[in-house]
């Protein structure tokens, strides 16, 4: 696992004895993410995106909260490297599951009304990102706290049609039905067609090798992965399009953004 030091802004790799970590979620924003092969180059130009003030002031408030490293999807992983990529993905929700503390970063909200109209609410990955962490503390697009997951409950279950209960951590979301699960992803959208089936791997505590440029194939191995590991039908009521909507709706003066 690769982390960067809030103090030196430098990535180390642990491969073992991997030490206490904060970590973002956020949204990414098309040419102004900073990556892992920026960092490693010896042209600076990359810390006049917008990508940099991003992780620059996720450090900072790691820092006055006393944590030495974060994890930052961006530059963290090598994503040219397929079989880096492959256990990024496969690990990535025990990842945000065992560090101390989650930031969701909103930076396309400015204070607290309607914060759940955020883009954030609407990306695939984000899901895993609010339900596996045991804490995650919001911020709007000048890191102004918000609030945390605990606090929010009742807006964020109304957002995402995600019962209370199973926003609660400790893994409470395991005793969701499968069908259920898959009502919370259908809420949201990936770039990339493949990423809708792998965004929900951590969720079902599935692994399968990441093939991309199989498309919908993605969604039919998991599905498959699903049946073979869980004895839940509900899986099959949701295959033959059986499932309702669940009534779960925003509040009319706060409807969400079109998403990447």
Known sequence: MRLLNVESMKLKTFTKNVPLYAILSHTWDADQEVTFQMMQGSDLGYQQLSGWAKIQDCCKQARSEGWKYVWVDTCCIDKTNSAELSEAINSMFRWYKEAGTCYAYLSDISGTFCFQSSRWFTRGWTLQELIAPRFV???????????????????????????????????????????????????????????????????????????????????RRLQMAIIQERNDETIFAWLFGEIQDSGYALDSHCKRGSGE
């Open 137 to 219: 503390f919001f911020f709007d697009q000048d890191w102004t706290p918000i609030g945390s997951r605990d606090s929010l409950l009742a807006e964020i279950s109304l957002s995402t049609g995600i019962r209370v209960d199973y926003l609660k951590g400790h893994d409470y979301f395991r005793k969701a039905p499968v069908s259920e699960i898959f009502y919370w992803a259908s809420q949201r959208q990936t770039e990339r067609i493949e990423d809708e089936a792998y965004s929900l791997l951590g969720l079902f505590g599935i692994h399968m090798p990441l093939i991309y440029g199989e498309r919908e194939m993605a969604f």
